[in-house]
């Protein structure tokens, strides 16, 4: 197991779309700690990979996500609900040479999951970030962590992430990004 670093790490945002964050069970959270997130990594010039599950009928990105990273945003649509299942975001995955992948999102059993699953396949080192991942009830939510466990990804919470990237409250950005959390 290990603690999460700046300067190896990607974060993976799977499909929360206006549509489908509407219903999830927690959308709160996960839109709240989604954000958090985002913004963290901006600050940390940790990059961002943005998929969307059929933009057409689902909507796009939740603009709360997608505002703070401005022009630094790659946003891929899908189709597969393994989003590793598109040439362009293995690509993207690769150009960014990062091996530590942490991934949030919508549908936790479906999306996230089967990601997930290829992420580890593809010797990425994962973390779910349990509390920006949403499914329509609790009970799927659940068993998609569970499973997501069983496939060898490390289940952490936003908190767990955003001090495990500080490393210490000496970072010279502790006092911006802790404020992201009071």
Same mark, same amino acid.
């Given at each position: ?24 069970? &927690?959308?709160s ?34 603009q ?21 299942? &598109? ?7 690769s150009?960014a040479?990062? /091996? ?41 939510? &659940? ?23 500080? /490393?210490?409250? /000496? ?12």
């Amino acid at each position: 197991m290990s603690i999460l670093n700046d300067n190896e790490s990607l974060l993976f945002i799977v499909d929360i779309q206006e549509r489908l964050l509407k219903a999830v069970f &927690n959308r709160s959270t996960v839109q709240s700690k989604s954000e958090v997130l985002v913004k963290t990594a901006k600050i940390l010039n940790i990059p961002v990979i943005i998929t969307e599950q059929y933009p057409k009928g689902l909507g796009s990105t939740v603009q709360s996500i997608t505002e703070p990273l401005q022009d630094d945003i790659k946003v891929f649509e899908k189709n597969f609900f393994s989003a590793l299942k &598109n040439e362009e975001i293995e690509q993207a995955m690769s150009e960014a040479g990062k /091996k530590q992948v942490l991934v949030m999102g919508i549908e936790t059993h479906i999306c996230v999951n089967q990601t997930v699953a290829d992420l580890i396949k593809a010797g990425y080192e994962v973390f779910v970030v349990t509390d920006a991942c949403g499914s329509r009830s609790e009970s799927e939510y &659940n068993a998609g962590l569970e499973r997501m466990k069983m496939h060898g990804a490390q289940l952490i919470t936003t908190e767990i992430a955003l001090f495990e990237w500080l /490393k210490s409250s /000496k970072h010279e950005h502790f006092k911006e990004i802790q404020s992201l959390i009071k």
